[in-house]
């Protein structure tokens, strides 16, 4: 069968069971054309690690204009994926990692933030992270977020006078998410002001 014609056949959202189910075929063999299908343009794929992953499946090729956007990066670098629920490209330039964390935190979306951690991992210029964080006006919650991750992942130390910049700013909203707050945490809490949503629980993936 052609790969256009394979794709019509497939138009929709899948999982590989779906697949198999359709094409009476073994769980390995819709995994290779799956990938085929991927590298011919005819499959988008969502989801991943223990979360199920989801083939998007069309006849038709969309080339993507731009740059990767926020979705893609956090993908690219977090254990923790995110299903975009619109395709979310960047025209123009390049998002830097710096600025991909501060729109993740912008969202103010449980799982897109906690997905973003793993950014920080990434981080090489604290102070461009100062400055797009200081223009977003949320200059204490990545800081309170960057000493969260700390206690999870390995990353690069901030220094001292970034970490001075971030404390000594007056952003005025104390939640992360709106409303939400743990009793975990309490020190980073202290420290910078702001409520972490946050439990140890929530971030067991950073550790498995």
């Not at 052609?2 to 899948?14: Q, T, V, W």
């Not at 956090?74 to 619109?86: D, F, Q, R």
Request: with cysteine; proline share 3%; net charge positive.
């Amino acid at each position: 069968m052609k790969s256009i014609d394979l794709a019509k056949r497939l138009e929709g959202l899948h999982t590989i069971k779906t697949i198999q189910k359709e094409l009476k075929i073994a769980r390995s063999t819709a995994i290779k054309l799956m990938c085929f299908l991927r590298k011919q343009g005819f499959v988008e794929t969502s989801g991943g690690g223990k979360q199920p992953r989801f083939y998007r499946i069309s006849p038709i090729k969309v080339k993507k204009a731009g740059y990767p956007g926020l979705y893609d990066m956090i993908n690219k670098y977090s254990p923790i994926k995110i299903a975009e629920p619109v395709k979310h490209r960047i025209m123009g330039k390049r998002i830097s990692v710096e600025e991909a964390l501060v729109r993740a935190v912008e969202t103010g979306k449980f799982r897109v933030i906690l997905a973003s951690l793993a950014l920080f991992r990434h981080i090489k210029n604290w102070s461009r992270l100062y400055e797009i964080a200081k223009q977003h006006n949320v200059r204490r919650k990545v800081g309170a977020l960057y000493d969260l991750a700390r206690l999870f992942i390995k990353v690069r130390r901030m220094d001292k006078k970034t970490e001075n910049n971030l404390l000594s700013s007056k952003d005025k909203d104390k939640y992360i998410i709106p409303e939400m707050s743990s009793e975990d945490f309490a020190d980073i809490q202290k420290k910078w002001k702001i409520y972490i949503p946050f439990t140890r629980y929530d971030l067991r993936r950073y550790k498995e």
